[in-house]
């Protein structure tokens, strides 16, 4: 048998490099105030309908959904933005000293054409911050994602930043370009077209020649922007400028997702060709009100760690060392050998009975610093890497002997 299309295994060779982005995640985000929230697999549908939008591709096609016993809708959640607001309303976060910020870790599920670094079940890290709408968070965040993807390795980065507006402004500006699209339909690819009136936006994203060739004579959002949004956007752009983040400001960028507001963000590698992105985010300062919360203005991202994987040139990663391994070449030793096991921080036991070479060579293998082999009477401690070995005759004298 064979894993489902789409999904994959991470096999210990392959796994070292996640955990260690893991760690570091927890450790830059922990050390910058944000607390760490696991939202569940799966949610009601309408979450996503509401938060995500009816219009977007991940509701229209690419949600895993069904009905549980109750007959009620549910969906394997295919992003983690609408999960932690909701998770912020339920438990009265807004309460709260203000902002809260929040980060997470885990699977994903949404119903793509599998391809490079780009998977039917992925696993993704976001951060959130709620309850604040001042520019300093705008660079904040996306400096935290900058600074985690250059220690990952991630390769031939580049940052592209825009701007969307308040709600009222897109509104105003999204009639603007469905009359400019409806003008041109006839030289639209045929999916553009058919969202002109649910989401114009889209068209910006897609990869249709024809369609790009008309997108760049359409007016940008950015050039409609309220003099309080553009001031807000001029001071995030200064602020990346003081940290030495280098970025582009790209018109053209609207991220797939309706709750986005005023800032929006997105990081590429050129090392992964056409399919670049490797994580991105922005404002989305309405969504909590829209699910039933009090208003609050929030900011957020999320990366998938395959893609940060794959654009660090996807090599493996080398495991923590073991310090020990306990060889036990007889049998009746086992339980002594285990005793000592258990009182050892880094270490690993050979099988009971297996020829006394064939454990070192094991010992070998694992990266072992020091062999402890168990004897008739007593015990043997080797440095691996002197090659120097000497007799011990207590537990206690083979863990003095490694302190």
């Known amino acids: 048998m064979q894993a489902p299309k789409g999904t994959f295994d991470v096999l210990p060779e392959d796994a070292e490099a996640r955990l260690q982005l893991l760690i570091a995640a927890r450790q830059r985000l922990g050390a910058s105030g944000y607390g760490y929230l ?3 697999v799966f949610e009601d549908t309408d979450l996503f309908a509401r938060g995500v939008g009816e219009s977007t591709d991940i509701v229209q096609k690419e949600m895993f959904t069904f009905q549980d016993q109750g007959g009620r809708s549910l969906t394997l959640r295919p992003e983690g933005t609408a999960s932690v607001c909701r998770a912020y309303i339920e438990h009265g976060m807004h309460k709260r000293p203000q902002p809260v910020r929040l980060w997470y870790w885990g699977p994903f599920f949404r119903h793509e054409a599998p391809q490079a670094g780009r998977f039917r079940q992925f696993t993704q890290m976001g951060a959130e911050v709620l309850g604040s709408d001042d520019p300093v968070i705008d660079a904040e965040v996306i400096a935290l994602l900058s600074d985690l993807l ?13 701007s969307l507006g308040t709600a009222s402004t897109r509104r105003e500006y999204t009639d603007e370009l469905k009359d400019f699209l409806r003008g041109r339909a ?12 649910s989401n114009p936006l889209r068209a910006f994203d897609s990869s249709d020649r024809g369609t790009r060739a008309v997108m760049k004579e359409a007016p940008t959002l950015l050039s409609r922007l309220a003099a309080e949004d553009k001031e807000h956007f001029d001071e995030v752009c200064g602020l990346l400028d003081d940290a030495g983040i280098a970025y582009e400001v790209d018109p053209a960028l609207v991220r797939g997702l309706d709750y986005y507001t005023r800032t929006v963000f997105e990081f590429t590698s050129d090392a992964l060709g056409a399919q670049s992105g490797v994580g991105g985010g922005g404002r989305y300062d309405v969504l909590v009100e829209q699910l039933g919360g009090p208003p609050t203005p929030a900011i957020g991202w999320a990366a998938g760690i395959e893609r940060i994987v794959l654009a660090a040139g996807g090599g493996q990663a080398e495991p923590p060392s073991v310090d020990v391994f306990v060889a036990v070449p007889k049998e009746a030793r086992r339980r002594e050998a285990f005793r000592l ?17 064939g454990q070192m060579k094991q010992a070998d293998r694992v990266g072992a610093r020091w062999t402890v082999i168990v004897e008739e009477e007593g015990f ?19 863990l003095e002997s490694l302190r």
Do not use: C, H, N
């Open 380 to 398: 043997e401690l080797k440095d691996m890497q002197s090659g120097e070995q000497r007799a011990v005759s207590t537990p206690a004298e083979v």
């Open 38 to 40: 696991e939202t569940p």
């Open 341 to 357: 096991l258990r009182s050892l921080d880094s270490a690993v036991m050979g099988e009971p009975g297996r020829s006394l070479k």
């Open 150 to 162: 250059e220690e990952a390795g991630a390769r031939e980065l580049r940052l592209r930043v825009s």
């Open 186 to 197: 006839a030289e639209l690819a045929p999916e553009v077209q058919a969202r002109i009136e």
